[in-house]
């Protein structure tokens, strides 16, 4: 008899709470397409305005609730008459990952505190990025590139993308693709002349693909060193070089010329007490103790 009244007043008790749900994508989703979460419970009595969205934080591997100031970038959670709903209006890398709905009523289970999980991913492909070796990636190269006869160039292209891009390059007017990220080009001729052409794909989504392409000129072997894009980078960095040592050497000869006003214009101290004699009915003699009885030479 106890048994069954026990059994009967947990199953009241779990009874009377109703299973938290959330709703969202079940497929992975393009970078910049709109997403929208639920939360809702099984009965549509129960009170939603108790439930806010949480998200898990893999560097701090905990569950950060999601609000306006946490999640800046996107819209506060907008609350409606049966559910709860979070628009991501443009998700990108930093928004994938699993989202639960938390309710904040008290003496409730763990089970019926949360909802499970969801998961989803975004899959995204950054811009190409077109560096040339022996170059800091921070300049990148140009859309027109000038190389002396015999010159080396080796080219690399990247892009940060959710899934490890494939790359090839290719020429126009030549039926060559190189499968690879790095294109190296020894000795140059004119007949390497052209231009080049790097594609990044999305191994898992076709339509994410980059491409970027680039103009090579080989100069004839009387051009002067400055006309080729090296001989040019260098004029830049040496003209900025010489700008900022004149920059700093005009603010040294201010500083020092404005130290050397402001100590001149100061003047002597003016003592007036050294300019008057002091007499013996002066105001300004100083009253003595003692007697002197050694002449003044």
Known sequence: ??????????????????????????????????????????DSEANISQV?????????????????RFWCFNPKPVMQSDRLTLTLPHPGRFNEGSYRCVSNTENVTEQERSSEPLTFK??????????RAGFTSYLGVSTQLK??????????CSAGSSEEPTYYWSKDGDDWILPSSTLTLRKMTAAD??????????????????????????????????????????LMISAAAVALLVFLLSMSVFLCR??????????????????????????ESLPSTCADKQPLV
């Open 1 to 42: 008899m106890n048994v069954l009244l026990v059994t009967a007043v947990v199953a009241l008790i779990h009874g009377s709470y109703a299973t938290l749900l959330i709703k969202g994508p079940t497929k992975p989703v393009l970078e910049g397409e709109s997403v929208t979460l639920e939360c809702l419970y099984s």
């Open 52 to 68: 806010h969205f949480e998200k898990f934080a893999e560097y701090m591997q905990k569950w950060l609730p999601v609000r306006e």
């Open 122 to 131: 975004v899959y995204y492909m950054g811009e190409l990025l077109l560096t």
């Open 147 to 156: 190389v002396r006869l015999g010159d080396e160039v080796v080219l690399k």
């Open 193 to 234: 002349e052209g231009q080049y052409t790097c594609v990044a794909e999305h191994p898992s989504v076709e339509t994410l693909s980059k491409k970027r392409t680039i103009s090579i000129t080989v100069l004839p072997e009387d051009a002067r060193w400055y006309e080729s894009s090296d001989g040019q980078l260098i």
């Open 258 to 283: 404005r130290a050397k006003q402001a100590k001149t214009s100061k003047g002597p101290i003016d003592d007036r007490s050294q300019k008057k004699p002091i007499y013996k009915t002066s105001v």
